[in-house]
């Protein structure tokens, strides 16, 4: 199980610097993070702490176990942004 940031994302990229195992990417001094729509959290790297649920001002973040259904997809999302 992991947590999942969700399209909700404004990238503040306060999470990525909260969490403890850096399983959220890109970061802001990444290239991508010019590009991309939304930062993910690597599925394998993440520990479940739950930091970055408390951190992220537009509540953006889930466990996986209590995504709204209409975000259903961020799931698949999050994990092939690191494949
Ligand atoms: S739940 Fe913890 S380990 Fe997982 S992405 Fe958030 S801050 Fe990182």
Redesign the pocket.
């Known amino acids: 199980m ?2 999942v940031v969700t399209d909700a994302c404004e990238k503040d990229f306060l ?1 990525t610097t ?7 990417h890109p970061t802001s001094d990444e290239a991508a993070a010019r590009t991309v729509s939304q930062v993910y ?2 599925p394998d ?9 408390a951190i992220c001002p537009v509540n953006a ?1 889930f ?1 996986i176990d209590e995504l709204p259904a209409e975000k259903a997809d961020a799931a698949e999302k999050n994990a092939a942004y690191f494949q």
């Open positions: 992991a947590y999470c909260e969490c403890a195992t850096s399983a959220i959290i690597n790297e993440c520990i479940d702490c739950g930091s970055c649920v973040i466990s």
